[in-house]
């Protein structure tokens, strides 16, 4: 199984800026379309960013459009996720996934075979 290890994250108050990373196994990321999704107590888990496997292409959800920025460096092996203009709406543990594919165009959970352990991210008022 393909095992992704996520780091980062943290607290920061609301405003200010914060990453996430998930880094797997060497020579698959370029084989692997990734997201990030986040899961946030009362809400479901829901689809965050998208990015193509080879990074050329990327989607975001409404809410992380303009703050949100999700970036992959295939020779690392590490998928990232900065966020920017913090709110306390943001705040939930962020979860990197894979999925064997070129196409970003997945935005369920059940899309993808791969997930890392969860970052948490807490933005204060």
């Known amino acids: 199984q393909v095992q992704l290890v996520q780091s980062g994250g943290g607290l920061v108050q609301a405003g200010g800026s914060l990453r996430v990373s998930c880094v797997g196994p060497?020579?698959?990321?370029?084989?692997?379309?990734m997201a990030w999704f986040r899961q946030t107590p009362g809400k479901e888990r829901e689809f965050v960013a998208a990015?193509?496997?080879?990074?050329?292409?990327?989607y975001y959800a409404h809410f992380a459009e303009g703050r949100f920025t999700i970036s992959k460096d295939n020779t690392k092996s590490t998928l990232y996720l900065e966020m920017t203009n913090l709110t306390p709406e943001d705040t939930g543990v962020y979860l990197c996934?894979?999925?064997?594919?070129?196409?970003?165009?997945?935005?369920?959970?059940?899309?993808?075979?791969?997930w890392g352990q969860g970052t948490q991210v807490t933005v204060s008022s």
């Open positions: 060497a020579n698959t990321f370029d084989v692997y379309a």
């Open positions: 996934a894979a999925r064997p594919g070129v196409a970003l165009g997945k935005t369920r959970p059940s899309d993808y075979r791969y």
């Open positions: 990015i193509r496997s080879d990074g050329g292409s990327t």
